[in-house]
């Protein structure tokens, strides 16, 4: 879910009514996108948020409305609540704010491309479905008649993990290190989420490190299912002992998803505290640990070389000692007849090679 920017114009006090001319279509907004024409459904229902789209996080709604197409824009015609205490309280606090007020709308997109307008790179949203729209304590908006910047506030309120959403799938190798590290420090919150499927909304949204369970080849590119599958493995380790319930389970299924769409069948998001009971399981932890593994060594390595320095001869030999073992299972994987390997035996190996984990 992304968030935008807009202001509301108080239509009829006693009623609690509003209404808001919250996109401009054709204009190239803060974000760096260019909503066009027809990019909301005309009619469609949205619910108000309680302030700061506190409704993600299980607060009840304080109003509704509608989404409405005029042709050079979208406008939101709405209603709080007035009988109830949250709707009443809330709309007073807007209406006494008047123009200090700010407001954002959080949308998923369904339908964009990357394209040139007006000499500058841009997303083009063509299909947008609006959720809600919500009060907040501070906005950005990038000109008269065009309230579509982000909202900061807004950003960090949103739900944690990233929505499910379809894109290519690729099964080739996968750094995740590498691929953090080529993405541009100045990327926009909703390119970071083309690459992860997780956000803290305590950190910073502008920062790659308020981002987890990276996947996707760089901004907009295909899911890497390796990364998908060690992701899940993950999320059934100690990694996902950190988050929520709810936001273990979303992660879950948004890369289940891309598996999905790549016809394989996602492992099983299991009961916390369960120990792994399929051999397809254990590979998949020992996947994970592996590329946690590596990861670590390249962090090590590099900072040492920047003091002149080398891996110990400890730890170095450790390193040697898993490069044998793995060579040992592709061994066993390539050139055993079919059938001659025994599942036991691999998980063995592979379990050997995690095990220095703990020594290094």
């Known amino acids: 879910m992304d968030t935008k920017s807009l202001h509301v114009e108080i239509k009829d006090a006693d009623k609690g009514e509003v209404e808001a001319l919250f996109s401009t279509y054709n204009v190239i907004d803060k974000d760096g996108d260019v909503t066009l024409p027809g990019a909301f459904d005309d009619g469609a229902p949205a619910k108000i948020s309680a302030y700061g789209h506190a409704s993600w996080s299980g607060v009840l709604p304080v109003g509704k409305g509608t989404i409405n197409d005029i042709g050079t824009g979208a406008v939101m015609r709405g209603k709080f609540f007035l009988d109830t205490t949250a709707g009443k309280d809330t709309f007073t606090t807007v209406k006494e704010l008047g123009p200090l007020q700010e407001w954002s709308y959080g949308y998923d997109v369904i339908e964009s491309e990357f394209g040139e307008f007006e000499g500058k790179h841009v997303r083009f949203l063509k299909k947008l479905k609006v959720h809600e ?10 000109g008269t008649m065009t ?44 390119q970071l989420r083309t690459v992860y499927a997780w956000v803290d909304p305590d950190g ?13 080849h760089g901004v907009g590119g295909p899911a890497n299912l390796r990364a998908c599958m060690a992701g899940i493995a993950a999320l059934n380790g100690a990694k996902g002992a950190a988050l929520s319930d709810d936001d273990r389970k979303a992660v879950w299924e948004h890369l289940a998803s891309h598996l999905k769409d790549a016809d394989r069948e996602p492992p099983a998001l299991r009961d916390r505290g369960t120990s792994p009971v399929k ?39 450790l390193l040697e000692w898993i490069g044998d073992d793995l060579a040992r299972l592709k061994a066993l994987i390539e050139y055993s007849p079919e059938g001659a390997v025994d599942d036991d035996e691999v998980a063995s190996l592979m379990l050997r090679s995690l095990a220095a984990l703990n020594d290094l």
């Open 133 to 142: 729209v919500s009060p907040v304590l501070i906005g950005a908006g990038v």
């Open 147 to 190: 309230m579509s910047a982000k909202s900061a506030p807004a950003a960090k309120a949103v739900r944690r993990a990233v929505p499910v959403h379809e894109t290519a799938v690729a099964s080739g190798p996968w750094d995740a290190p590498k691929t953090a590290a080529a993405l541009p420090d100045d990327l926009r919150p909703s």
């Open 204 to 216: 910073d949204p502008e920062a790659k490190s308020s981002y987890d369970f990276p996947h996707h």
């Open 279 to 317: 051999f397809a399981d254990e590979l998949l932890e020992g996947l994970a640990g592996l590329s946690g593994l590596i990861d670590s060594a390249a962090r090590v390595v590099a900072l040492r070389a920047q003091k002149g320095k080398t891996l110990s001869k400890s730890n170095t030999e």
